[in-house]
């Protein structure tokens, strides 16, 4: 079974400009996680999608958004780039929602697209 | 929610065992401990997950005093491929959802 795809890998972007990110999640699985990494703070969550619907979302401001298609493959836009938006992005998915039942269900993640602001 | 607290690093050399420890103080009743491993780049992957006492998989092992408010990640027998960053997550179900994963813990195993 083919796992979680992002692209593109990596991508190199200028200040005020907006980009999307794109997650394909495995086969049947329903649930799409972003999370933003960087060395100062770490792994950070965004926000999850559930069957076309946001259901959790972090501490991130409004220009950081998403959306989830029908076939579960979802985007991530950030508008109006900063410096400090340069970061690993990871894309998780899991069966069910991430915290849905008893403890957290096992979420698979994606090599994540290296984002350059500049 | 759950604020956990691990060492930034360790070291260790091939063949040993590795016990990470990850405090919790204030561990909610409902809220289960999950580890991740990650790999420079590469997304995080689970290793195992408990509620209390103990659990074991084929990776590793997970021990949980009785009061829950730590938690230990046992490697047996470390080889230099168990590199990688240990991510210690307390949470649960109930309550408002925030998958954090904190800082970790970097491993670095020598030959």
């Known amino acids: 079974k083919a796992g979680v795809t992002q692209t593109p890998r990596y991508l190199i972007k200028t200040r005020g400009q907006q980009v999307t990110l794109s997650c394909s999640p495995i086969s049947g699985h329903r649930s799409v996680s972003w999370y933003q990494q960087t060395p100062g703070q770490g792994l950070q969550f965004l926000f999850e999608?559930?069957?076309?619907?946001?259901?959790n979302k972090g501490n991130f401001p409004g220009r950081f958004s998403g959306r989830q298609f029908s076939n579960s493959r979802s985007e991530m836009n950030v508008s109006t780039l900063e410096l400090g938006d340069s970061a690993l992005y990871l894309c998780?998915?899991?069966?069910?929602?991430?915290?849905?039942?008893?403890?957290?269900?096992?979420?698979?993640f994606g090599p994540g697209t290296r984002l350059t602001v500049l | 929610l759950a604020k956990t607290t691990q060492p930034i690093s360790m070291d260790s050399y091939e063949g040993q065992e590795v016990n990470i420890t990850c405090s919790h103080n204030?561990?909610?009743?409902?809220?289960?401990i999950t580890w991740y491993q990650q790999f420079p780049s590469q997304g995080p992957r689970f290793i195992i997950q408990g509620y209390k006492t103990k659990v074991t998989n084929e990776v590793a092992s997970l021990f949980i005093p009785a009061d829950r408010k730590s938690s230990t990640l046992s490697l047996p027998r470390v080889s230099l491929s168990d590199t990688a960053v240990y991510y210690c997550l307390v949470g649960s179900s109930s309550g408002t959802y925030k998958y954090i994963f904190g800082t970790g813990t970097r491993l670095k195993v020598l030959a």
């Open positions: 998780a998915s899991s069966l069910r929602l991430a915290a849905q039942g008893r403890g957290y269900n096992e979420q698979f």
């Open positions: 204030n561990i909610a009743t409902n809220d289960y």
């Open positions: 999608y559930f069957s076309e619907t946001q259901r």
